[in-house]
C-alpha cells in the first residue's frame, strides 16, 4: 500500500527557533512536494523536489527552505520559526507522471 | 494565472440526499482536474481524475464528476450521501511541469442524520 509519512503529527516550537519537517515516503517517486494548509486558502505550495538534490520554489516559499538528500526522504526546514508560520503542513509524492499525488497525514505546527 | 473557485465554503445535507459540490477553474490549456477529499484529522485522499476522453469520470466511494469546458466546471456529485462522507473536499488543477497543482479553499461538508 502507498505510504507517505510524515514525523510529527502535532509540534510546539517558539519563535527564531530552528524546525525541521520531515517526510517519508515508500513508494520510490520521483516528485516529493510540501504544501501548507489554512482555513479558507485551501493548500498552498511552498516547494517541490524532481529529484534528489534537485527543488525548485512554489508559490510561497519565503522563510522556508527544503533538502532533499535521498529519494524517499524530504524536508522542510524554518530556519527561524515566526507565529504566522502556525499551520498544517502537508507533504505529498507523486511518480514522474505526475499524474497522481499521494499526501501525508500533516503535521500541525504551533510557533508560540 | 491558473486558479481554482469553489464557491460554497460549508454544506449540510442530510443523510440519503444528493449532493452537488461546485468548482470553477481558470487555466489556459486543457486542464488535468482531481477532487480530494479530507476526512478530520487525515491527510487527502484522490476521489477522482479528468486528464481527457469522456467528461464524466467516476470516482472512489460513489462520487462522479462532469468536466464542462465552456462553464469552465468540474463539478462533484453524488447521489445519495452517507454519514461518513462528513470531510472536506478540495477540487484542484494541474497547473505546468511536474504537476504541480493548484487548490481551491476548499468545501467542507457537513451531513444530518
Redesign the interface.
Known sequence: DVKVTQSSRYLVKRTGEKVFLECVQDMDHENMFWYRQDPGLGLRLIYFSYDVKMKEKGDIPEGYSVSREKKERFSLILESASTNQTSMYLCASSTIAGDTQYFGPGTRLTVL | AQS?T?PD?HITVSEGASLELRCNYSYGATP?LFW?VQSP??????LL?Y?SGDTLVQGIKGFEAEFKRSQSSFNLRKPSVHWSDAAEY?C?V?AGG?????????TRLAVHP
Open positions: 481554482v469553489q465554503i488535468y480530494y484529522g487525515q491527510g487527502l485522499q484522490l481524475k486528464f478540495f484542484a494541474g511536474y504537476n504541480k497543482l493548484i487548490f481551491g479553499a476548499g
